[in-house]
Protein backbone atom coordinates (compact mmCIF):
# COMPACT_ATOMS: atom_id res chain seq x y z
CA UNK A 1 0.00 0.00 0.00
CA UNK A 2 2.88 2.44 0.57
CA UNK A 3 4.03 2.66 -2.82
CA UNK A 4 0.21 3.16 -3.80
CA UNK A 5 0.25 6.01 -1.55
CA UNK A 6 3.08 8.06 -2.40
CA UNK A 7 2.45 7.46 -6.09
CA UNK A 8 -1.13 8.71 -5.84
CA UNK A 9 0.49 11.84 -3.85
CA UNK A 10 2.80 12.58 -6.49
CA UNK A 11 0.05 12.86 -9.03
CA UNK A 12 -1.05 16.31 -7.44
CA UNK A 13 0.97 19.46 -7.54
CA UNK A 14 -1.12 21.38 -5.15
CA UNK A 15 -0.68 18.48 -2.37
CA UNK A 16 2.91 19.94 -1.21
CA UNK A 17 3.31 17.46 1.90
CA UNK A 18 2.31 14.15 2.56
CA UNK A 19 3.26 11.72 6.00
CA UNK A 20 2.43 8.35 6.28
CA UNK A 21 2.00 7.39 10.07
CA UNK A 22 3.88 4.44 9.75
CA UNK A 23 4.23 3.98 13.57
CA UNK A 24 2.42 4.96 16.87
CA UNK A 25 3.67 4.99 20.68
CA UNK A 26 2.39 6.68 23.88
CA UNK A 27 4.70 6.79 27.19
CA UNK A 28 4.62 8.23 30.29
CA UNK A 29 6.98 10.23 32.06
CA UNK A 30 7.90 10.38 35.88
CA UNK A 31 4.56 7.88 36.52
CA UNK A 32 2.69 10.92 36.35
CA UNK A 33 -0.52 10.43 33.72
CA UNK A 34 -0.52 14.25 33.51
CA UNK A 35 2.57 13.89 31.19
CA UNK A 36 1.52 11.47 29.10
CA UNK A 37 2.91 11.93 24.73
CA UNK A 38 1.77 10.25 22.42
CA UNK A 39 4.98 9.93 19.30
CA UNK A 40 3.83 9.48 16.13
CA UNK A 41 6.65 8.15 13.47
CA UNK A 42 5.63 9.73 10.20
CA UNK A 43 7.38 9.23 6.78
CA UNK A 44 7.64 11.94 4.30
CA UNK A 45 6.01 10.89 1.19
CA UNK A 46 6.04 13.82 -1.25
CA UNK A 47 9.52 14.75 -2.43
CA UNK A 48 11.94 13.45 0.52
CA UNK A 49 12.10 9.33 2.11
CA UNK A 50 12.50 9.80 5.57
CA UNK A 51 11.47 9.71 9.16
CA UNK A 52 10.30 12.03 11.53
CA UNK A 53 8.36 11.82 14.45
CA UNK A 54 5.33 14.19 15.59
CA UNK A 55 5.25 14.75 19.35
CA UNK A 56 1.66 15.43 21.32
CA UNK A 57 0.69 15.79 24.62
CA UNK A 58 -2.81 14.53 26.68
CA UNK A 59 -3.68 17.60 28.77
CA UNK A 60 -6.74 17.86 30.65
CA UNK A 61 -9.07 20.57 30.86
CA UNK A 62 -12.43 21.93 32.32
CA UNK A 63 -15.11 23.13 29.34
CA UNK A 64 -17.57 25.27 29.62
CA UNK A 65 -19.21 25.48 26.36
CA UNK A 66 -22.42 28.25 26.29
CA UNK A 67 -23.88 29.68 23.39
CA UNK A 68 -27.49 31.23 22.37
CA UNK A 69 -30.27 30.01 21.21
CA UNK A 70 -33.76 31.40 19.99
CA UNK A 71 -36.92 30.26 21.57
CA UNK A 72 -40.35 32.11 20.67
CA UNK A 73 -38.25 34.26 18.57
CA UNK A 74 -36.11 35.88 21.27
CA UNK A 75 -32.67 34.87 21.88
CA UNK A 76 -32.16 32.88 25.23
CA UNK A 77 -28.55 32.01 26.47
CA UNK A 78 -28.11 28.62 26.68
CA UNK A 79 -25.24 26.64 28.96
CA UNK A 80 -24.31 22.75 28.30
CA UNK A 81 -22.96 21.06 31.54
CA UNK A 82 -19.01 22.00 32.24
CA UNK A 83 -17.27 18.67 31.52
CA UNK A 84 -13.82 17.82 31.93
CA UNK A 85 -11.64 16.78 28.81
CA UNK A 86 -8.71 15.43 27.36
CA UNK A 87 -7.11 17.00 24.17
CA UNK A 88 -3.88 16.70 22.23
CA UNK A 89 -1.46 19.52 21.97
CA UNK A 90 1.46 19.02 19.63
CA UNK A 91 5.00 19.54 20.92
CA UNK A 92 7.73 21.21 19.26
CA UNK A 93 10.53 18.78 19.26
CA UNK A 94 13.44 19.36 16.99
CA UNK A 95 13.75 17.66 13.86
CA UNK A 96 14.32 14.04 14.16
CA UNK A 97 15.55 12.84 10.26
CA UNK A 98 15.95 9.46 10.36
CA UNK A 99 16.78 6.53 7.87
CA UNK A 100 14.56 4.47 9.49
CA UNK A 101 11.68 4.54 12.09
CA UNK A 102 13.18 2.79 15.20
CA UNK A 103 15.88 5.39 14.57
CA UNK A 104 13.52 8.26 14.95
CA UNK A 105 11.39 6.60 17.53
CA UNK A 106 14.87 6.03 19.78
CA UNK A 107 15.68 9.77 18.98
CA UNK A 108 12.42 11.55 20.43
CA UNK A 109 12.06 9.19 23.35
CA UNK A 110 15.68 10.23 24.39
CA UNK A 111 14.62 13.76 23.48
CA UNK A 112 11.60 13.59 25.58
CA UNK A 113 13.65 11.75 28.79
CA UNK A 114 17.08 14.08 28.65
CA UNK A 115 16.30 16.99 26.62
CA UNK A 116 19.41 16.22 24.41
CA UNK A 117 18.98 15.54 20.91
Known amino acids: MESNFREVVKTYSNITEAY ?19 LEVIKYCKIYDYYDVFCWRYLSIHAQSSFLRTEGGKNKEFQLKPEDIRILVQVKIPDIIAPTDDIALTRAIHYLSTGDI
Open 20 to 38: EVVKTVEIVKDADFDQRYR
